[in-house]
């Protein structure tokens, strides 16, 4: 009898959750050295065989067994409870089913997890051999910045003296232009006394000393005009503006640049497939240019230009001569060129525009420069027999006014056929 007193046991479903809970009172169960994924399949698979016991025993306490004592006692026990019991078989399949489908689904779970594990170790892994990637790298950046720090040091040492060697120059040359004007003004005092002394005996010697005086300014004066002289790009400029015209007077005949100085313009005829020639007082200036492959005399321009035969040449230019002479020498220079031009041929001067002087253009520190306004180009060009005489302005119509002007004027006639 004591079988028929003892408490039920409890049903697979009650088993599963009473083990549920107890492991949720018991918390995360201790790290081993298995990885949590391992284990939580081993606990997985021990919920299933407690939910396949369960769905075996699902209508246990609704029939009694055949070789139960007292059966047919509890069978009309049970079948006064039938209308309690008889919802107890789906109640517990559904539970069964309920804890069936929520352990797939935490098996799903836990397989992410343990992809998640596995995508983890490979990131830590290429994270690890970045991290030695680096610490190589930043070794050969600390020996590279290492050379760069000595280069460095060695630069600002050849920079400091480079910086003393220029200023023992700057101190050389700074003497040599006190000598300079020293020698000027004894020239000068020495003319002035001479011309003051009404017994005095000029002598041979005065014109030499004269001469010297004039050298030695006129040198000066040179250098000074560098500051002012016109840009490589301004001289392209001009050349460009009347390129056409020039090619089209010097067809079949010469050009002969007067005072080419870096030889822009003569660069710009000779791109132009014309014969150009050069003129250019300064030595060292002449020679640069020989050595670039043209044609250049070294000499006073107007001295070169009397002794060019008339009418011989398609273009005389002069991009840096205009105004820095005085009148009278540039009366000389269109006479003489319009002498050598042959019929239709082209003059071209430049000059500064009047208004660059408001505008504090660096061409006004050339010592030599003045003034000529392009309408005193023009009236010159017609008074010593210019046909034709037009001003160009080089450079874009919008936007600040150019620096410079050039004129191109040409003479009676048309050139040769052919």
């Known amino acids: 009898m004591a079988d028929d007193h003892a408490p039920p046991a409890p049903d697979g479903a009650a088993a599963v959750l009473d083990e549920l809970a ?17 284990r939580a399949v081993d606990d997985l698979d021990t919920i299933r065989q407690h939910l396949h016991a369960a769905h075996l025993r699902r209508a246990a306490g609704t029939e009694v067994p055949g070789d139960a004592r007292l059966r047919q006692v509890k069978r009309a026990v049970n079948l006064g409870l039938r209308p309690v019991t008889s919802h107890q078989v789906p109640f517990n399949e559904d539970v069964v ?3 069936g489908r929520l352990v797939d689904v935490v098996e799903e779970l836990v397989g992410s997890v343990a992809r998640s594990d596995e995508r983890a170790h490979q990131v830590v892994a290429r994270a690890a051999a970045g991290i030695a990637t680096v610490e190589v790298g930043q070794a050969d950046v600390e020996d590279e910045l290492a050379r760069l720090a000595d280069l460095v ?4 040492a050849r920079t400091t003296a480079a910086e003393e060697g220029l200023a023992a120059q700057r101190q050389a040359a700074g003497a040599a232009r006190v000598r300079e004007a020293t020698a000027l003004r004894a020239a000068r005092a020495a003319l002035s006394a001479t011309a003051t002394d009404p017994e005095g005996d000029a002598g041979p010697g005065l014109g030499a000393l004269a001469a010297a005086a004039e050298d030695v300014e006129a040198e000066l004066t040179g250098r000074l005009a560098l500051a002012g002289r016109a840009t ?6 001009q050349a460009e503006a009347v390129a056409d015209v020039v090619s089209g007077g010097a067809a079949g005949a010469p050009v002969l640049d007067l005072a080419s100085g870096r030889g822009e313009w003569l660069d710009a005829w000779a791109a132009r497939g014309l014969a150009a020639t050069g003129v ?6 002449a020679a640069a240019l020989s050595a670039r492959g043209h044609t250049v005399a070294t000499g006073d321009p107007l001295a070169h ?3 060019v035969a008339p009418g011989s040449c398609g273009a005389v230019t002069a991009a840096l001569l205009a105004d820095v002479v005085d ?10 060129a319009l002498l050598a031009l042959r019929p239709g041929g082209v003059l071209v001067l430049s000059a500064a525009t009047p208004g660059s002087v408001a505008a ?7 010592p030599r420069r003045r003034l000529v306004h392009p309408d005193l180009l023009v009236a010159l060009a017609f008074e010593r027999g210019g046909a034709e005489a037009d001003v160009v302005v080089p450079g874009p119509v919008e936007g600040p006014a150019p620096d410079t002007y050039v004129l191109a004027a040409r003479t009676p006639g048309a050139p040769p056929a052919g």
Not at 22 to 38: K, Q, W, Y
Not at 153 to 156: G, H, V
Not at 232 to 237: F, M, T, V, W
């Open 280 to 285: 250019e007082a300064d030595p060292e200036a």
């Open 360 to 366: 504090g253009s660096r061409l006004w520190a050339d």
């Open 22 to 38: 107890d492991r949720a009172d018991a918390g995360p169960p201790t790290a081993g050295p298995r990885s949590p994924a391992a």
């Open 305 to 307: 230009l009397a002794s």
């Open 327 to 336: 009148l009278a020498t540039l009366v000389a220079l269109v006479d003489g």
């Open 97 to 99: 089913a309920a804890l």
């Open 153 to 156: 040091d060695e630069l600002a």
């Open 232 to 237: 490589a790009e301004e001289l392209r400029a």
